[in-house]
């Protein structure tokens, strides 16, 4: 991992879960990392360890995406404070599973503007000075549920159905700049996302034994930075189904049916 050495890598949604492993196994192999998240204790102790274990530069920024005048304050004090960005890696979001008659207005509104806003805001302030290099990387963590929706999940899955959208557009955009777009669309992954997403603990419960570790993905994601990877897709299995949704979508949802009432 050689060329990630003494490169700068920009992680939103830092303070745990994939986010922290991203960041963790980025200063493992060598990058400078900008760590980007709400709760500032927890970066600062992720902070310390990163430094002290792997001996990297490491900044800490407290930050709500979806704050649009806070956000481009914070990116424009990570140039100044930092310089150029080689790799930001969007990872900051959330999900909550509810029939959409059931959904919450205010938290409809709040999931599209961290999931969507913030992404795409985020990827504004990164983008001019990696133009101007004609070199840098975007890494979008979207999700399964952007190829595949099911039930309880309306909202959410089409907030990853924009990132995915977004991320194709940008990467036309930006290839005659010598910059790499990447989308990381997992399943499930055992992390803290359930205890806001699944408060009643059933989906947990039914596909434990297909949770992807976020060690596992984390290392995906840090080893194709700064390389011209389309997507990563986890598990296999789990894409093979979405390209066969997006052949054979009736067929697929007819099979589908209990898989899908999981939540």
Excluded at 237 to 248: P, R, S, T
């Amino acid at each position: 991992m050689n060329r990630l050495h003494n490169k700068t890598v920009v992680v939103t949604g830092a303070s745990s879960g994939l986010g922290k492993e991203i960041a963790i196994q980025s200063a493992k192999s060598g990058a400078n990392v900008v760590l980007i998240a709400r709760s500032m204790n927890r970066l600062k102790e992720l902070e310390q360890t990163l430094v002290n274990q792997f001996g990297v530069k490491v900044y800490s920024f407290q930050l709500d995406v979806s704050d649009a005048s806070e956000l481009e304050r914070v990116f424009t004090d990570i140039v100044h404070k930092v310089g150029n960005i080689d790799v930001l890696v969007n990872n900051a979001g959330f999900g909550i599973f509810e029939e959409a008659r059931e959904m919450d207005l205010e938290e409809t509104k709040r999931m599209l503007d961290v999931n969507v806003f913030g992404l795409m805001a985020s990827t504004r302030m990164a983008i001019d000075t990696m133009i101007e290099r004609q070199s840098g990387h975007i890494i979008n963590i979207a999700s399964q549920a952007g190829k595949v929706a099911t039930p309880k999940s309306s909202v959410y899955a089409a907030t990853k159905h924009a990132v995915l959208g977004f991320s194709n557009a940008l990467r036309l955009e930006l290839a005659e700049h010598h910059v790499f777009v990447t989308t990381v669309n997992p399943g499930p992954i055992e992390t803290n996302f359930f205890e806001t997403a699944d408060t009643s603990g059933t989906y947990v419960k039914n596909v434990k034994k297909y949770m992807l570790r976020p060690e596992e993905v984390a290392a995906k994601v840090v080893s194709c930075m700064l390389t011209n990877k389309r997507e990563i897709n986890l598990p296999g299995w789990m894409n093979a189904g979405a390209v066969f949704y997006a052949v054979f979508p009736r067929m697929f949802e007819a099979l589908g049916q209990k898989f899908f009432f999981k939540k």
